[in-house]
């Protein structure tokens, strides 16, 4: 035990039915941006993310490939492996829902819910979605064309009769209201919550957890033909990767329970209903929070594969490069709303704030240094009020941006930060250091020592969005140590230290072709 702060972030572990798309990338992307700026900011970090390999979707799915579902789930799950290394995520584990310890951990939490009382045998008789592994109420249902049923989420729907057994998630009702009540940051943002609050008030039925119709699933402990409905064996990975059953274990013992889930709005339900009933039921401490986040759209329209509007983060980042796709993703939509991608917002965003707008700065501020001050970074002299509220601003703003993060407005901290560049930018249009070389050849020194010292505070802010960009900057300051007790005037930069001749580190996009005509 290190006695450090502790801090657990997970993403949802995805479905392996098909390839990653901007949806993934854009839910880890939040969870790492939160991981790095804890680890920073001191916390010990577990960052988890994976992928879900069970249910009668990839049975489905491994069939149509002509594979059999556990070579069809490793052929798969590689591709949402690769895509953390290509965005540069920093997760601490990738769990897939096909490990031994994945199995062991939700058959103990089965067997915990059914020693409790929680789990009981019945039959089924409804309507199921393969696609959302989700089942329905009738009431949920919209009919189509020519009488047939759809979920709300447009899924096609079919009529299922099994036996089953039964969580009793109808004894949660009360209980479920209360926690959103008494902790009202459970779900957020609080349009959510609203949501999750009127579903449970609508009254909750319980919850078929097994299947005998496929066979691709966890077995069900001591009933032979049942295996695990997906949500109660998806949901337990979170407890999984920390070594449960084992809670006695270090890593259980640190990190349980989550700081924060980040979903996607579509499986908020599961997350914020189902879950939390799931680990009353097994008296186990429950979330601190779940964060839904929204959809993004492709240039005004549904992103869908018929349409073939799907974003590709792979392409996004072979056009535009990995620290400005996600720079654009957190910056221009707050966190939780649905969002609209184009590729000229994206131009118009990175060239304003990376580009003319850091990079600008860093670039002329270290020219002028490399150039002036024989490649070292200058001595100081007295600072002026100007001088100390430049440098005293983004001092605090680090406090503004622990509480933007503390609530996932990602893109009000990446505003906090980025007010601190405008502020420099504007700070050296006024004091002119070019000038300063003839009169006052001094006070051009403590200028450019002004200016080197909040690039390096902005830069070591930017490190969770901007990872690479942000080191790049650093280090072409000679700046090692780069943790957020760096920030601040007690911590200010070592006179002398040797730069190289700056390279620029933002590159400049072109507008689309047609805002070009």
Known sequence: MTGRPSYYVTTPIYYVNDKPHIGHA?????????????????????????????????????????????????????????????????????????????????????SVLEEKGFIYEDRYSGWYSVRDEAFYAESELVE???????????????WVEEPSYFF??????????????????????????????????GGLEDLSVSRTTFTWGVPVPGADGHIMYVWIDALANYLTALGYPDEQGADYQKFWPADVHIVGKDILRFHAVYWPAFLMAAELPLPKRVFAH???????????????????????????????TRFFLLRE???????????????????????????????????????????????????????????????????????????????????????????ADSYISVQEPWKLKKTDPERMNTVLYVLADAIRQIAILAQPVIPD?????????????????????????????????????????????????
């Open 26 to 110: 854009y839910t880890t992307l939040a969870a790492d941006v939160l991981a790095r700026f804890k680890r920073l900011d001191g916390y010990d970090v577990m960052f988890l993310t994976g992928t879900d390999e069970h249910g009668q979707k990839i049975e489905r799915s491994a069939e149509k490939a002509g594979l059999d579902p556990q070579t069809f789930c490793d052929q798969v799950s590689t591709k949402f492996k690769d895509l953390t290394a290509a965005m540069n995520f920093s997760n601490d584990q990738f769990i897939r829902t096909t490990e031994e310890r994945h199995k062991k951990s939700v058959q103990h939490l089965w």
């Open 144 to 158: 189509g064309e020519g009488g047939e049923k759809f979920a709300p989420t447009g899924a096609p729907v079919e």
């Open 168 to 201: 009793k998630l109808s004894a949660f009702e009360d209980k479920l209201l209360e926690l959103y009540e008494n902790n009202p940051d459970f779900v957020m943002p609080k349009s959510r919550l609203n949501e999750v609050k009127s579903f449970v008030k």
């Open 294 to 324: 929204g959809w993004w759209t492709n240039e005004g329209q549904k992103i869908s594969k018929s349409l073939g509007n799907v974003i590709d983060p792979y392409e996004l980042i072979e056009s535009y490069g990995i620290d400005a």
């Open 333 to 423: 939509v707050p966190f939780g709303n649905d969002g609209d991608f184009s590729r000229r917002a994206f131009v118009l965003r990175c060239n304003a704030d990376l580009s003319n707008g850091l990079g600008n700065l860093s670039q002329r501020t270290l020219s002028m240094i490399h150039k002036n001050c024989d490649a070292k970074i200058p001595p100081y002299g007295e600072l002026t009020n100007d001088d100390n509220e430049l440098l005293s601003n983004i001092e605090k703003s680090l406090e503004q941006v622990r509480e933007h993060m503390e609530r996932q407005a990602f893109h009000l901290a990446l505003e906090a930060i980025w007010s601190q560049a405008s502020a």
């Open 469 to 517: 960009s942000a080191a790049k900057l650093l280090a072409q300051m000679g700046i090692e140590d780069r943790g957020f007790d760096q920030i601040g005037q007690a911590n200010h930069m070592l006179p002398g230290t040797p730069i190289p001749k700056p390279e620029g580190v933002f590159p400049r996009f072109d507008l689309p072709e047609e805002d070009n005509e």
